[in-house]
């Protein structure tokens, strides 16, 4: 399995143990062998690969301060014209950092006959892409294959809490990757570690017993030939599966004084941040709210019977401040100014629905979670950087339910895709807890009932039926659009004349209710007919008619977001003089551990000339580690044969 995790409880005891050794290559120092490299013997298909990449991790004391350096320098092979591309380079660094600065940047280019060329400045670029990140952005001209590239830099702070995360693992494959780290033996770093192989390099040294002002503890970590990483369908942030190193500090033990334990519980965690005004503040403390509280109670809400408070709260909020489209932990100001200015983060719309169901008697508390674009939650670990997001929790008894009030068009206990990952944290200073989350139903049906003719042509009836975050993403569709366009877009694929009409919608507006879609339809070419054979896929549509999952092996698991719910039900009556020739065979699968199941059934109806057909799919199970993935693969590739499965009718004698 991809991911190996190796928790340890402090630096200054961790075992040491010592594999190999790789000479670090110095600036510009060029191997002849790496000059004349023209391909990776462990993955001779690469089109670039990282020669080295060696960094530098060092906090200090100066000046009556702390500062923290990551110095890195990192070698790139080209050896593809199609990998030129690896010439535009960028690094991207929090720019919110305390006092944070990128500095000694230089980059060179060295050819196959050992030719220099330094990068000018005026290829190098700057881009503030958020509040919280920087870029650094370098374009090399005239690359060719062959060349290697060269660069290093420096990244400056005084945030010696979490020191910088260093990734071994890269997009390219990386032939040698090293940290170095040091830092004062008064500091106590506990550290996240994820490597998919043993260390060629893992040594732990310290200047020498005690705790002592000016000595200092020594980390090095070395691993070569690892593989390079690549996105694929249904995966959390690919950074969760790189090998990977993370620090944050546990202890300061200065001498004669009692240790200062840095790394809380999550109780004082959770106390810190009901004292934030920008967090706790906005639900905890009177005229933080009052605006939308008069207004909540204006609209008749607030005297709702309690089973119906969270409901009300969610349409509410959603309603009157539109989402921003960004995540964040706390509130972009007061939620009475977003209230007045009708938008806001993540936060600030949750924080709000808290605030008003809280006012209104509800044991309600903030959830903070991670986006599955942000990364994985270690709740062994009680620091909240590790979340980017706020999500409303009710407790109902032993229990409770989840509120998202980022869409307008979200149930009860629904969430958004980037919000689905499984768990949050419920900020609560008397009670804080974990609480797991799973997706309710999230189906999707298709009733059809229609006529087949002579001509090739086909007109009936279906019934469309969609359940969670499903009906979510039609309602979004349906809303200030034409429905016959949005139902057209499903079909025109497949079929370049269809009319649409006597569309019926029911439950809209009332999200506790499956969603209902009813139309006609006609299609005037909906298969041909050659030789008095034709050959039709009933199956107009159907969410699986591709394999996603390409790759033949896979090192990191499958991560659904929502369940699979697939159920597809139609009945047919052939062409007058034609009967049925060949019907797909039917077949169930399932898979192992009741994680999922598909059904398909093709059959006449009482030796008729009406056609029935059964196809379900169903995954239930949300993660499939690597292990599992043939069989998983296999699942779809045959889901989606049955899918595009014709059925063949030939005219009568």
Request: with cysteine; proline share 5%.
């Given at each position: ?12 005891i961790s075992?040491?143990?010592?594999f190999?050794?790789y000479e ?7 191997p ?7 391909l ?5 298909a ?15 004391i ?6 923290v ?6 070698r790139?092979?080209?050896f593809d014209e199609?990998a030129l591309?690896?010439?535009n ?10 006092s944070?600065?990128f500095?000694d940047?230089d ?9 220099k060329?330094k990068v ?6 700057t881009?503030?892409l958020?509040?919280?990140w920087?870029a650094k ?16 830099y ?10 910088y ?20 033996q008064?500091f106590?770093?506990?550290y996240l570690?994820r490597t998919?192989?043993e ?12 705790n002592?002002?000016?000595q ?6 070395g ?6 990483l690549?996105?694929?369908p ?5 950074d969760d ?6 620090f944050?500090l546990n202890?300061i033990a ?5 240790i ?19 967090f706790?503040?906005?639900?905890l403390?009177?005229?933080r ?8 109670t204006a609209?008749?809400?607030?005297k709702a019977?309690a ?13 009157q401040i539109?989402w ?21 983060n993540s ?8 605030a008003?169901l809280r006012?209104?008697?509800l ?11 942000n990364?994985e ?12 997001s706020?999500?409303?929790y009710?407790r109902?008894g032993e ?15 629904e969430?958004?895709t980037?919000?689905?990952h ?8 008397k009670q804080?807890?974990w609480?797991?989350y799973?997706?309710?139903e999230?189906a999707?049906?298709?009733f059809?009932d ?7 042509s086909?007109?009936g ?12 993403l ?5 809303h200030g659009s034409?429905p016959?366009?949005?139902l ?25 209710q ?11 070419e909906?298969?041909p007919?050659v030789n ?6 009933p199956?107009f549509?159907?969410?699986i ?6 790759s033949i ?9 929502w ?8 009945a047919?009556?052939?062409?007058e ?6 019907a797909?065979a039917g077949?169930?699968l ?13 059959s006449k ?6 056609i ?10 949300l993660?499939?580690?690597p292990?599992a993935?043939?069989t ?5 590739e045959l889901?989606?044969?049955k ?9 009568a004698?």
């Amino acid at each position: 399995m991809m991911r190996n995790y190796l928790w340890v409880a402090t630096l200054l005891i961790s075992s040491t143990a010592l594999f190999g050794q790789y000479e670090y290559e110095k600036w510009g120092r060029i191997p002849e062998e790496d000059l004349r490299m023209t391909l990776y013997p462990q993955d001779s298909a690469a089109k670039a690969l990282i020669l080295q990449d060696h960094g530098e991790i060092e906090a200090s004391i100066s000046g009556g301060k702390i500062v923290v350096t990551l110095k890195t320098h990192r070698r790139i092979k080209i050896f593809d014209e199609t990998a030129l591309e690896e010439g535009n380079i960028v690094i991207f660094y929090l720019s919110d950092r305390r006092s944070v600065k990128f500095s000694d940047l230089d980059v060179q280019v060295i050819k196959p006959n050992g030719e220099k060329l330094k990068v000018k400045s005026d290829n190098i670029f700057t881009e503030q892409l958020t509040k919280r990140w920087s870029a650094k952005k370098i374009f090399i001209p005239d690359l060719q294959k062959g060349c290697i590239i060269e660069y290093k830099y420096m990244l400056t702070s005084e945030d010696y809490f979490s020191l910088y995360d260093w990734y071994f693992q890269h997009d390219l494959p990386v032939r040698w990757s090293e940290l170095r780290v040091t830092f004062p033996q008064i500091f106590n770093y506990t550290y996240l570690l994820r490597t998919p192989k043993e260390f060629d390099i893992r040594t732990t040294e310290t200047d020498g017993g005690g705790n002592v002002v000016g000595q200092n503890a020594r980390l090095h970590y070395g691993i070569s030939h690892l593989p390079a990483l690549k996105d694929e369908p249904f995966m959390t942030t690919i950074d969760d599966h790189r090998a990977h190193i993370g620090f944050q500090l546990n202890t300061i033990a200065l001498p004669y004084e009692p240790i200062e334990y840095v790394m809380n519980t999550w109780h004082d965690t959770a106390k810190k941040l009901e004292t934030i005004e920008s967090f706790g503040y906005q639900y905890l403390k009177q005229g933080r709210f009052d605006k939308l509280w008069d207004a909540f109670t204006a609209a008749g809400h607030a005297k709702a019977p309690a089973e119906e408070l969270p409901e009300k709260a969610l349409r509410f909020v959603s309603s009157q401040i539109k989402w921003s489209e960004s995540y964040g932990l706390f509130s972009d100001d007061d939620i009475d100014k977003v209230y007045e200015k009708k938008t806001g983060n993540s936060a600030a719309l949750n924080l709000a629905v808290v605030a008003l169901l809280r006012k209104a008697g509800l044991d309600a508390r903030p959830a903070l979670v991670s986006t599955r674009e942000n990364g994985e939650m270690y709740p062994q670990y009680p620091f909240i950087d590790q979340f980017n997001s706020v999500l409303a929790y009710v407790r109902q008894g032993e229990s409770g339910i989840f509120i998202d009030a980022t869409d307008p068009f979200h149930n009860i206990n629904e969430v958004s895709t980037a919000h689905q990952h499984g768990m949050a944290w419920v900020v609560d200073s008397k009670q804080p807890q974990w609480v797991d989350y799973f997706p309710g139903e999230h189906a999707e049906t298709w009733f059809g009932d229609f006529n087949l003719a002579e001509d090739g042509s086909l007109n009936g009836t279906f019934v469309l039926k969609l359940t969670g975050h499903l009906a979510t993403l039609w309602r979004h569709k349906l809303h200030g659009s034409n429905p016959a366009n949005v139902l057209k877009g499903y079909f025109e694929d497949n079929f370049a004349e269809i009319t649409i009409d006597s569309i019926n919608l029911k439950n809209t507006d009332n999200f506790l209710q499956p969603l209902e879609v009813r139309f006609k339809c006609n299609i005037t070419e909906a298969f041909p007919v050659v030789n008095d054979l034709a050959y039709i896929n009933p199956i107009f549509y159907y969410p699986i008619t591709e394999n996603p999952f390409k790759s033949i092996k896979r090192d990191f698991p499958v991560s659904f977001p929502w369940p699979v719910h697939a159920n597809y039900v139609i009945a047919f009556n052939l062409p007058e003089n034609y009967v049925l020739e060949e019907a797909p065979a039917g077949i169930r699968l399932l898979l192992p551990d009741n994680g999922g199941s598909m059904m398909y059934s093709c059959s006449k109806v009482n030796n008729s000339n009406r056609i029935q057909l059964v196809m379900k799919t169903v995954v239930s199970q949300l993660e499939f580690s690597p292990p599992a993935y043939p069989t998983l693969r296999h699942f779809f590739e045959l889901v989606a044969e049955k899918a595009q499965s014709p059925i063949v009718i030939k005219k009568a004698q």
